[in-house]
Every structure is written in structure tokens, then in C-alpha cells.
């Protein structure tokens, strides 16, 4: 993206800081944007937080997590008080298997900002995945209290809740989440798969056929699909989920057996 100037209008030194700042704004352009943006702070050493924020979350987004961890801290460095950075760093060290330190980040940080749901929520994440169900779905709830229509949290807490063996609170918790945003494909499949549990599997199939719709990648609904089609005995249909599966995850070896099951279910009339 380049500044148009006007006659007699000069370039002024941040109008490079602000330019780089524009490649990577919603991932826009990571590729060229986080070097420029990176180099264009080097240079000027602005010290305004939002500018190390961004190019955090462009490390972020780019798999660089420990160059994002890196640009938070700066951003917390001229504004300890920020929700926003706090959040973020929290989250990264929590993706970079750092969980302890990332738990120790947003405590603090919601010490300042109680009332803040994504505080609570990125809490609940890290803690799921420590697999401290109980104190997660906990969160979970204080983050729903704060902001009723989070779909999100809905969503985690219906998962926390099925591992912990609460089948209809997980449902409730999933049909909320879907109340508030019918077009989120990992809901659709966490609500499918909760139902194939219990043998309802119209209902099952219609669920994971929207999850594949909204989210053709996602190589685990195919499979979920697949199998509640051979459970309803549309094995055409099953073979061209599994192959879909296929698609998505080609490396998978448990996508293939299960391709190769249905092709010689299906013999010769194989189409």
C-alpha cells in the first residue's frame, strides 16, 4: 500500500511507519509487511504500544511466536496497563507451550480488568488445554456472565463440559453458541459429533454436513461425517466425504483406511 501525496505535500519520516502498519492490518500482506513494519520501528522507535501490538499479531499470525512474545513485551514495556497487549501475550505464550507464564500474564492482567470476558476466556483456553477442566468451565461461565451472546466461550465451555461427561450441559451450551452464530463450523461439528453419541444420527448428519459446507478443510468433520453416513447406509455419499476427508488431510493414514474401507465396501460398481 503506498501514501498518495498531494502537489507540494512531502513525505514526512512516520509516514513509512504508518504505511508498513497498513501491509500487515488484518494479515493484509504478512509476507512483506512484517519485515517492512520490523524495520520501520528499528529506524524510528515509535513509542506508541499499538505499533509493537501489530506487529506482534502479524508474527503471530505468520507462526512466529517467539518474534510476536518479543513485540508484546515491548508494547507492555510503554503501556503495562494494556488489556489488549496483555491479552495477546498471554495467548502467544500459551500457543508456545509457555502455559505457566501465560497464566501468570492474564492473572495479573485481570487483577486490573476484572470485568473484561476475554481476559477470562483466554484463561479458560490455556487451562483447557492444561486440561484443568473444572477451573476452565469456571472461567468459562465468568466470561458468559460478563458478555452473555459470546458464542466462543459457549462453544469451549460446551467442549469442556462433554470431556467432563455433561452431555446435556454440553448441548445446551452448544445450541447457545450456535443460537448467537449459526455459521461457525467447529460448533456445527462439536454439536454433530455430541449427538452421534447418542445414536441420533439425522440430526448428527445435519449438523456436520453444515460444518463441512462452512469449513471444507477440516479433515476431522469429513470423518465424522463419513461415519454417520455408513451408519445411515449412503455409502455413495460416504465415499465422497471420505475423499473429502482426503482432500483436507492427505498425510493422514487413519483418512486413507477409512477411504479404503468404503472403496471395498463398494467393489467392483465402484463408480
Not at 110 to 123: D, T
Request: charged content about 25%; hydrophobic content about 40%; aromatic content about 4%.
Amino acid at each position: 500500500m503506498k501514501r498518495y501525496l498531494l502537489d507540494h505535500e512531502n513525505p514526512i519520516p512516520t509516514n513509512d511507519l504508518h504505511d508498513a502498519l497498513a501491509q500487515v492490518i488484518d494479515s493484509s500482506n504478512l509476507e512483506a509487511g512484517v519485515p517492512r513494519l520490523e524495520d520501520a520501528i528499528r529506524v524510528q522507535h515509535p513509542d506508541q504500544p499499538n505499533f509493537y501490538v501489530e506487529l506482534g499479531d502479524a508474527m503471530r499470525h505468520s507462526g512466529d511466536l517467539s518474534g510476536a512474545i518479543d513485540a508484546y513485551r515491548q508494547a507492555l514495556a510503554f503501556d503495562p496497563l494494556s488489556s489488549r497487549a496483555q491479552r495477546r501475550l498471554g495467548a502467544t505464550l500459551g500457543s508456545a507451550g509457555q502455559e505457566d507464564q501465560a497464566l501468570a500474564v492474564l492473572q495479573k492482567s485481570i487483577e486490573g480488568e476484572p470485568a473484561n470476558a476475554l481476559l477470562w476466556y483466554e484463561q479458560a483456553l490455556i487451562e483447557l488445554r492444561m486440561g484443568k477442566r473444572e477451573q476452565a468451565i469456571d472461567h468459562l461461565r465468568k466470561a458468559l456472565q460478563l458478555k452473555p451472546d459470546f458464542a466462543h466461550a459457549q462453544n469451549n465451555l460446551g467442549a469442556g463440559l462433554a470431556q467432563m461427561g455433561d452431555q446435556q450441559g454440553a448441548e445446551i451450551a452448544f445450541r447457545a453458541a450456535l443460537s448467537t452464530n449459526p455459521y461457525d463450523a467447529e460448533t456445527r461439528a462439536n454439536l454433530g459429533r455430541l449427538l452421534a453419541g447418542k445414536g441420533d444420527w439425522r440430526q448428527t448428519a445435519f449438523h456436520l454436513q453444515k460444518a463441512v459446507q462452512l469449513d471444507s478443510t477440516d479433515a476431522n468433520a469429513h470423518m465424522a461425517y463419513t461415519v454417520v453416513l455408513l451408519q445411515m447406509h449412503r455409502l455413495p455419499e460416504a465415499e465422497n466425504e471420505a475423499e473429502a476427508a482426503v482432500k483436507a488431510d492427505p498425510k493422514s493414514s487413519q483418512v486413507q483406511d477409512l477411504l479404503g474401507q468404503i472403496v471395498a465396501q463398494r467393489g467392483p460398481n465402484r463408480r
